[in-house]
C-alpha cells in the first residue's frame, strides 16, 4: 500500500497542477490579467516576475558557472556535472520565456525589443541577453544531441567554435544576472533600504554564481537517486566548500553595504521587513556555516539540507526585492492568486518532467572522456570515501 | 516653447470639470460613479482628490527625464520635445516596468482587457503642435489649471507665492521632483498634505539606473581579454603535449 502510493504520489500530484493551471491558463487568456492575478496599478509586478522570471533565472546560473568552470578554467573534475548544469540552464530559461508568455500583456510581441531598441533600459538589455544566451545554451547543449544520432562532422564543427561560444555565454550571463539587479535601481525611495542599494547587480551576480553550483549539486543527488547512479559524492564535497565561500562573500558584501548605508538601523522599525530580511539572511548564513564544517561535507543527507535551505534563501531574496521591499512604498499589500501559484508550480512540475526525460533519452550524464584519475574520479557514496575524496 | 501645466491648489473648488473635459477628450466614460472614484486608473487619467477642504489633483507629471521611458525596453514611451510624455501603443509588449519604475504611481493598466495597454495623461499632445491649452486647464472654471510653457509658468508661479506669501505653502512642486517635472503645483499648506508624495529624488531617476548600465560595454570588453587569458593560461599543460606530440 505504501509502495503505491509512493509510486504514484508524484503522479497524482503533476496531474492535479496541470489540470489547475490549464483552468488558471484559460482565465488568464479569456480574462485577461485582471481575473488570473491579484495586480492591481499599485502592484503591477507579481510572483510571475519576482519568482519565474528573478529566480528561473537564477537557478539557471549553473550552465554558465559550469561551462566557466570546465572549459574556461580547465577544473577537469567538474566535468561530470556540465551537461546536466546546461540542461538545466537552457530548460530554465525556456520555462522563462513561458513564464513571460503568461505575465506580459501582449506576449505575441515578445519579440519587439529586437528591433524596437531602447539602450537606456535595463529591461531591453535583459531581453538581448537572456535571447542571445538562449542561443548559446542551444548550441552548448547541441553536442549532447548530436552524439545521440552520431553526427560526426557536425560535432567536429561544434567543438571547433566552443570557446568564443563558452565566452559568450559567461559573460552574457554575467550581463542579465546582474542586471536583474539593476532592473531596481530605478526606485531608490521606494524599494526598503534593506534591499536597494547601488551594489544590488553585483549582489544579484555573486549569488547567481552560488545559486548554480547549489542547483548542480541539488540535481546531482536527484539525478542519482532517480537514474541509480552513483554519487559523484567527492566532486560534491569540493563544490560545497566553493558554496560556502561564496556565500561568505556574499553576505559580507551584503552587510558591509547595509553598515556603510545606515540601512542596519531600519530592523528597529517593527514591520514584516526585518522578520523577511531575517529569513532570507539565515536560509543563506545556516548552510554557509555547515558547510565549512568537515561533518556536514561528510553526511550526504546534511549536504543535501543545506543545499535546499541555500536554495530557499536565494528564492526569500528575490521575492524580498521584488514583492515585500515594494509593498510598504506602493502601499497595498500583494499576496499571489491561487492561477499565479498553478501556473507558477506547472512551471515548475514542467521543468522537472522535462529534465527527466531529456536525461533519459539523451547522453547527458555519459562522459565523453575518462576524468583523470584522482582529480575528479571520486564516486565513492561511503563515508568514508567522501571522507578522503572530498576533504 | 516646453508645454507644461499649473495647477494652483489654493484656486481649486473641485468641481471636476477638469475630469469630466479629460473623459470626453479621450472617449472615456463619465458619470457620477466615476467621479466619485479619488484615484487615476485605465478609464480616469486625471483625478480630484478631497483632503478635508482642500482638493488636489492627480495627472501624470510629465517629468523632464521620465522614469517611465527610460525603463521601456521598446521605447512605447516617449518624452517629446514639446513637452508630453506620449504612448506609443503599438510598440507596448506590456511589461509594465513603467508603472514599476514611475515614483508618483501615474501609469495605469487595463487590468480587464484580453490585449490590455498603459493609460495615461499625454497633456494633450494631439493640441501641443497649435498649442491650445490642454483640455483640463480650458474647462477649469476658476483658473486653478493653466497650460502654457514651463518656464513662463515657473515664473507665474514665483509671481504669486512673492504677492501673497501668507496664502502659499511656500514651495513649488515639480521644480526639482525627480529632476524637475512638466506640471507644477503650488499649494497653501506642505504637499503630503494634499496627497503629493515628498520624499522623491530631486534628480532624475534615470541616473541611478545608467550608473551601471554604463559599465555594459567595458564589461564585454574586459571579460572577453580576461576569459580568453584564463582559458589560455589554464589550458597550458595540454599546449605542452600537443607541442610534444602526446595525444
Given at each position: 500500500m505504501m509502495d503505491l502510493a509512493k509510486r504514484y504520489f508524484w503522479r497524482v500530484l503533476f496531474v492535479i497542477i496541470m489540470v489547475a493551471a490549464a483552468y488558471a491558463t484559460f482565465l488568464r487568456f479569456w480574462g485577461g490579467l485582471g481575473a488570473s492575478t491579484n495586480l492591481s496599478d499599485q502592484f503591477p509586478w507579481g510572483i510571475w516576475i519576482g519568482f519565474d522570471v528573478l529566480c528561473g533565472v537564477g537557478l539557471a546560473a549553473g550552465g554558465f558557472t559550469l561551462a566557466a568552470t570546465v572549459h574556461i578554467f580547465n577544473i577537469k573534475s567538474y566535468h561530470a556535472v556540465v551537461r546536466p548544469a546546461i540542461l538545466t540552464a537552457f530548460l530554465g530559461y525556456l520555462l522563462v520565456v513561458v513564464a513571460l508568455m503568461f505575465d506580459l500583456?501582449?506576449?505575441?510581441?515578445?519579440?519587439?525589443p529586437l528591433i524596437m531598441w531602447n539602450p537606456r533600459s535595463v529591461m531591453f538589455e535583459v531581453g538581448w541577453c537572456v535571447t542571445l544566451y538562449t542561443t548559446v545554451l542551444f548550441l552548448e547543449f547541441l553536442p549532447v544531441v548530436l552524439e545521440k544520432f552520431k553526427l560526426h562532422t557536425a560535432l567536429k564543427v561544434m567543438k571547433a567554435v566552443t570557446l568564443p561560444i563558452i565566452i559568450a555565454g559567461v559573460i552574457l550571463s554575467t550581463l542579465h544576472q546582474s542586471s536583474l539587479g539593476s532592473l531596481?535601481?530605478?526606485?531608490p525611495n521606494r524599494l526598503h533600504p534593506l534591499w536597494w542599494t547601488p551594489l544590488l547587480p553585483v549582489l544579484f551576480f555573486i549569488s547567481a554564481v552560488a545559486t548554480g553550483l547549489a542547483m548542480t549539486i541539488f540535481e546531482s543527488w536527484h539525478s542519482s537517486k532517480a537514474f541509480g547512479r552513483q554519487l559523484e559524492y567527492g566532486l560534491i564535497c569540493r563544490m560545497t566548500r566553493v558554496l560556502a565561500v561564496i556565500t561568505a562573500v556574499y553576505l559580507t558584501m551584503r552587510f558591509m553595504d547595509l553598515s556603510h548605508r545606515g540601512a542596519l538601523s531600519t530592523l528597529n522599525q517593527p514591520g514584516l521587513e526585518r522578520w523577511m530580511f531575517g529569513l532570507e539572511i539565515v536560509l543563506m548564513a545556516v548552510p554557509m556555516l555547515m558547510f565549512f564544517r568537515e561533518k556536514t561535507r561528510q553526511h550526504p543527507v546534511a549536504v543535501y539540507l543545506g543545499v535546499v535551505m541555500y536554495l530557499l534563501g536565494f528564492v526569500a531574496n528575490r521575492m524580498n526585492v521584488s514583492v515585500t521591499g515594494i509593498e510598504r512604498a506602493a502601499g497595498v499589500s500583494y499576496s499571489p492568486k491561487w492561477s499565479e501559484i498553478a501556473v507558477t508550480l506547472a512551471i515548475i512540475a514542467a521543468g522537472f518532467a522535462i529534465f527527466k526525460l531529456a536525461a533519459h533519452y539523451l547522453?547527458?550524464?555519459?562522459?565523453e572522456h575518462e576524468t583523470p584519475a584522482g582529480e575528479g574520479g571520486g564516486r565513492i557514496p561511503t563515508l568514508e570515501g567522501a571522507a578522503a575524496h572530498g576533504d | 516653447m516646453a508645454r507644461a501645466i499649473l495647477f494652483d491648489s489654493t484656486q481649486c473648488i473641485g468641481c471636476r470639470q477638469c475630469e469630466q473635459a479629460c473623459s470626453e477628450g479621450k472617449n472615456l466614460p463619465y458619470d457620477e460613479k466615476i467621479g466619485a472614484e479619488e484615484k487615476t486608473s485605465a478609464h480616469k487619467l486625471t483625478a480630484v482628490r478631497t483632503h478635508g477642504e482642500r482638493y488636489s489633483r492627480k495627472l501624470?507629471?510629465?517629468?523632464?527625464?521620465?522614469a517611465c521611458a527610460s525603463v521601456c525596453p521598446v521605447a512605447a514611451l516617449q518624452k517629446t520635445a514639446a513637452g508630453p510624455v506620449v504612448y506609443l501603443p503599438e510598440r507596448c509588449?506590456?511589461?509594465r516596468y513603467c508603472m514599476v519604475s514611475c515614483v508618483f504611481g501615474v501609469p495605469t493598466y487595463e487590468w480587464n482587457s484580453r490585449l490590455p495597454y498603459v493609460r495615461k495623461c499625454d497633456l494633450c499632445a494631439d493640441r501641443a503642435p497649435k498649442n491650445e491649452p490642454t483640455r483640463c486647464a480650458e474647462a477649469c472654471p476658476t483658473g486653478a489649471t493653466i497650460s502654457g510653457d514651463r518656464d513662463e509658468l515657473i515664473a507665474e508661479a514665483k509671481k504669486r507665492l512673492a504677492e501673497n506669501p501668507e496664502g502659499y505653502y511656500p514651495r513649488i512642486y515639480g521644480i526639482e521632483e525627480a529632476g524637475g517635472t512638466s506640471v507644477l503645483i503650488l499649494s497653501a499648506v506642505p504637499f503630503e498634505q494634499i496627497g503629493y508624495p515628498v520624499n522623491v529624488e530631486k534628480t532624475a531617476l534615470p541616473q541611478y539606473t545608467w550608473a551601471a548600465l554604463k559599465h555594459i560595454p567595458d564589461v564585454v570588453v574586459m571579460g572577453t581579454v580576461l576569459l580568453g587569458g584564463i582559458h589560455w593560461l589554464a589550458h597550458r599543460k595540454e599546449e605542452v603535449a600537443r607541442k610534444e606530440g602526446r595525444p
Open positions: 500583456g501582449h506576449p505575441y510581441r515578445i519579440w519587439h531596481f535601481l530605478i526606485m547522453p547527458v550524464f555519459e562522459e | 501624470c507629471m510629465h517629468c523632464l527625464d521620465p509588449m506590456g511589461c
